[in-house]
């Protein structure tokens, strides 16, 4: 089944302790992306990549780091978070055309809580 | 910069009702994609449509519709008949080449 795995679904840390979440995709997707859902904000994106080891920012990446060693793989780290960062986050693909990504594909959504 | 807009914060209908969501965009590429998302009461995101800006024609798909206005710089969507089951929050996004931006949302509730 082709789809995007987010780990963990839920999760509580405090304040400064490194924390990464997971991203996996099976579809063979050259376009990867995190966004953070905070409400009245909508989705914003913390950064994508277009191909292995190519990454970029998105609109809100202070405070977080990715890295794309393997297509498939894309996770996100928070080396020192803080509770502003409390928030619900989702990892998607898609397949990248001229102009940009395609159809993005999400995963289920990690809900973190910076204590 | 690129952004979306998405003024309507919250919509509800009653069932049967037609409603249209509205999304504004800023950009000042030439070549960008507009898209539509939804996101029901279980949380996961789902596509809808992808269109590129060189194609201003109307798109329906079943009860669905789209209405792209360069012009105006809109992408609105109509919903025809509303069901309970449009109940959810609706995104708008751009992208110009990479970075992909998302409106507020509008969360739209059909009442029985």
């Known amino acids: 089944e082709a789809q995007v795995t987010q780990n963990p679904r839920y999760l509580i840390t405090v304040t400064g302790k490194k924390l990464t979440v997971t991203c996996s995709q099976n579809?063979?997707?050259?376009?990867m992306s995190w966004y953070r859902q905070d409400p009245g904000l909508g989705l914003r994106q913390i950064y994508y990549?277009?191909?292995?080891?190519?990454?970029d920012k998105g609109d809100v990446p202070e405070g977080y780091k990715v890295s794309r060693k393997e297509k498939r793989n894309f996770p996100l780290i928070l080396e020192s978070p803080s509770p502003n960062q409390t928030s619900l986050y989702f990892c998607?693909?898609?397949?990248?055309?001229?102009?940009?990504?395609?159809?993005?594909?999400f995963g289920s959504g990690t809900q973190l809580s910076v204590l | 910069a690129q952004k979306v807009t998405q003024a309507q914060t919250e919509i509800s209908v009653v069932e049967k009702e037609d409603v249209t969501l509205d999304c504004v965009y800023e950009?000042?590429?030439?070549?960008?994609?507009l898209f539509w998302y939804k996101q029901p009461p279980s949380g996961e995101l789902v596509f809808l449509i992808r269109?590129?800006?060189?194609?201003?024609q109307n798109e329906i798909s079943g009860r669905y519709s789209w209405n792209f206005q360069k012009s105006t710089s809109s992408f609105n969507f109509t919903i025809t008949a509303s069901q309970v089951v449009d109940s959810a929050v609706y995104f708008c996004?751009?992208?110009?080449?990479?970075?992909?931006?998302f409106g507020e949302g509008t969360q739209l509730t059909v009442n029985p």
């Open positions: 998607a693909s898609s397949l990248l055309r001229t102009g940009g990504p395609e159809k993005l594909f």
């Open positions: 579809m063979n997707h050259e376009y």
């Open positions: 990549s277009m191909n292995v080891e190519v990454t």
């Open positions: 950009t000042r590429d030439t070549t960008y994609y």
């Open positions: 269109r590129n800006s060189f194609d201003e």
């Open positions: 996004a751009l992208t110009s080449g990479s970075r992909l931006t």
